[in-house]
């Protein structure tokens, strides 16, 4: 065994190796015309769907990239992974655990019998009503000052600029009363412990920022390589705030279908209802892949076909 993963730890592949491994996924994928795009947040639905990119960053900063990896999508529930890096850097994971939990509902991400069942506990941060509880407990004297913290500590993660798609912060915002619902039962519950219609609309245009797959390749290597940008460099969060985001990441990052997951390929992850999808190799690599036709549990088909395939490629799966 020991042997094993001391030859996981360094097995290397080389540059080409890594480019055909991305190569072959989107060839492979293009033509799957799997699943559909989301419409229940209408703009979604407009997208064209057969837009399909991969990108690979490596923890030494090199970035691999197939298909169309220039195209924006909003983060959605991708964006739950860094505003929960930034409740761990502030107060700490026992914060999250005591307020949130960190077990898998089982449930859909947007249940609220699951609030019910528990009382609003065991939510983990991942699924709505713990995504708006934990986006309730960024810190700051107001909006504006909650806002930056979350928008700068996506940028440091992207090592670039991010900014919100206005048009779907719009379309989610207008149409968003079951969050409505979501936060302030969550409130009710004392899970949320102020102004749960502000905590919803900050968590609404944080799942409406614009990324491209290279952006979110880039922020998962940043997991990937210890909380630490490999591009820039920059320490966004320590290595065991890294360690403690990816291991829920690996419970809950894909909801219900979390364990199907883990089964193919190993790694923690994360999806969005834009398409997108990130994997976190740790110490080797983090994927960002994006293709906005989805399964029935909300996961990108294609995303999750192109990562499954690189991490078998260049075997990544540790188990
Ligand atoms: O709150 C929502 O429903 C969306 N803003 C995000 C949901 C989502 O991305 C679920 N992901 N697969």
Redesign the pocket.
Known sequence: FADTSANLQTEKFSPQQIQAALNEAYAKFKDDRTGANAT??PILGKMPSELFGISLVTVDGHVYTAGDVDQKFSM???SKVFTLAQVIKESGLKAVEDNIGVDATGDV??SIEAIETHKGKEMNPFV?PGAIATTSMVQGKNREEIWSKIIGIYNDFAGTKLTVLDEVYKS?AAT?QR?QAIGKLMFAYGRIKEDPDRATDI??EQ?SVGVDAKNLAAMAATLANGGTNPVTHKAVITAEQAENVMAVMATAGL?DDSGKWLVKTGLPAK????GGVIAISPGRFGIGAFSPR?DEA??SVRAQLAIEYVTNALHANPY
């Open positions: 229940y947040i959605q529930s991708i991400f947007n709505n989610e968003n969050n968590y609404t799942c909801y999806s969005g209802v834009g989805l909300g996961n």
